[in-house]
């Protein structure tokens, strides 16, 4: 039996993972917004440093209504899009499927899984440097490995079928612990993003001043705190934040998804990524100083362009 | 008797001032740095709100050097300068001469006083809008007020003559309790400079926005709280902030100095505004978080255009 898989945003991550699933023989059923069109008279293009691909002849589809069911659905929207999920899911849906949701933050599994309490739900963290280019093109330039950490499916056998699926496409994959992997990639992410966009800057000039690589670093101890209150089974220990800090002084210049949001005036992910470990925290009796710091200026500059919204 | 005045810095406070000093016939010695020549030519114009005039025939210096000893030295300088004091003060002084520094930021005098352990220093906490708009020309917008703190003179003689000075001058004026001043101006400062630099916006887009909003009144209770910590007779209410914040609602859209110095690419005040009252917190046993994080986000910002100094 092969797995049907449903890909729900094919923009950086999605076109990339849907795509080399597709190209490896896989089913694969793919939702397009705006690139519908383009999509199904020129097909998909991507370019990665793995070898560049085409896609000419791919399932496309402009609403999940049009879909069939699926067995797995790759959720790749950003996270304020999250809302659209109580509508856009059903007819996808049958008993078994598993929905992963590979976006960044803390907390979309339990939100989703208020509005489906029967639905398997995993977290999928991107480990992938992919952006759209244009219209049905993708650009994957380095890295390339999903970790999936099962948050409600509890079923070995769907699970790996999925990492086989993965594996035979090239795509790394790990299965890891849910709490942990979510919680280690916001150690990274929380301070990155939203530094980048308050100060308007990439990874290394916030690493090249001793100010702000202090400050992130404090940051990443708050997460670290917040992280180990949160009833993950794994501590994360204080020095994974010298270890990221180390990692990111290895890497390229970097923006990350949030400072391009920013910089294109798109909605800034600030829910997930910051309110909701903050309000997660709160309730563990901590309270994430600088990180709600950051938030508040967060939502000061996107008010700047979209209004203010609270 | 009458007393003779040297104004340290001919800018937007020192040049009103002065100017005001000066126009009611008091014995005024003005330093000038790059408008010298300009204003030994053509004098010094004070636009008013309460009046215009200029002064035709000043007594201006290029160098402390040329000066005249005086019995008060007002020092107008950015903060950011006050390394030159040690050298430029002395000709200026006698045994009994009272250096008055209308500066923003805490630990001025005490700095200062351990240079010239025998000086009579106090502080002068300026509630005037005032700048320089050009050579020898000075722009006064609104208020007109110095409140002066008294450190380390103790005579009330020259400092009732002083106000009284002041007060035939048409210079608002009152003697406070020092350290309560100095902090009680800082819990406005601190808080709407640095955040008007990191967000690049003016007090009254800050007041707008529920978020920058709590941020500020959460900053306001660090500093209350550190003031109370200080060793001030006098405590500061937690309520204070709230005043400060209603105050600033009613104030016409405003862009604080230290927002003009980064406008100008010139050097923040980091040192005595955020550096230094951190710094007596931490010895009080408080950690002034929120402070402490726009703090390294302004070093970052100021090493953007003046390169990293530490």
Redesign the interface.
């Known amino acids: 039996m092969s797995l049907k898989y449903g890909i729900i945003g094919t923009g950086g991550i999605g076109g990339y993972c849907g795509g080399k699933l597709a190209k490896a023989g896989k089913d694969v059923h793919f939702l397009f917004h705006t690139d519908y069109d383009y999509v199904k008279s020129h097909g998909l293009q991507i370019d990665s440093v793995n070898g560049d691909f085409h896609l000419s002849d791919i399932n496309a589809y402009n609403s999940t209504k049009n879909m069939p069911q699926c067995d797995v659905v790759l959720v790749c929207l950003k996270s304020t899009n999250n809302y659209l999920l109580k509508d856009m899911l059903p007819p996808l849906l049958h008993k078994k499927t598993l929905v992963i949701l590979i976006q960044n933050g803390i907390g979309l599994e339990e939100d989703l899984q208020k509005d489906f309490p029967e639905l398997y739900i995993a977290a999928g963290l991107a480990f992938i440097c992919s952006s759209k280019l244009g219209k049905g093109h993708i650009l994957h330039q380095s890295l390339g490995k999903i970790n999936i950490g099962d948050y409600s499916c509890h079923d070995s056998s769907i699970l790996n079928h999925v990492l086989s699926d993965f594996q035979e496409s090239s795509v790394g994959v790990e299965l890891v612990d849910y709490r942990e992997a979510r919680w280690k990639k916001a150690v990274w992410n929380i301070p990155f993003n939203g530094m980048c966009v308050?100060?308007n800057?990439t990874t290394d000039?916030?690493l090249?001043?001793?100010?702000?690589q202090?400050?992130l670093h404090?940051m990443m101890l708050e997460v670290i705190r917040a992280a180990n209150l949160s009833g993950s089974e794994h501590k994360i220990e204080e020095s994974y934040a010298d270890q990221m800090i180390e990692l990111t002084k290895k890497m390229p210049p970097y923006a990350p998804s949030m400072k391009l949001d920013f910089d294109f005036h798109r909605p800034l992910e600030i829910y997930y990524i910051y309110s909701s470990p903050i309000i997660e925290a709160k309730k563990n009796g901590f309270d994430m100083?600088?990180v709600s710091?950051?938030?508040?200026?967060l939502?000061?500059?996107e008010?700047?362009y979209l209004g203010?919204k609270?």
Chains 1, 2 share one sequence.
């Open positions: 308050a100060l800057t000039k916030l090249a001043h001793p100010a702000t202090q400050l404090e100083v600088r710091m950051l938030e508040k200026q939502k000061f500059i008010s700047s203010v609270e």
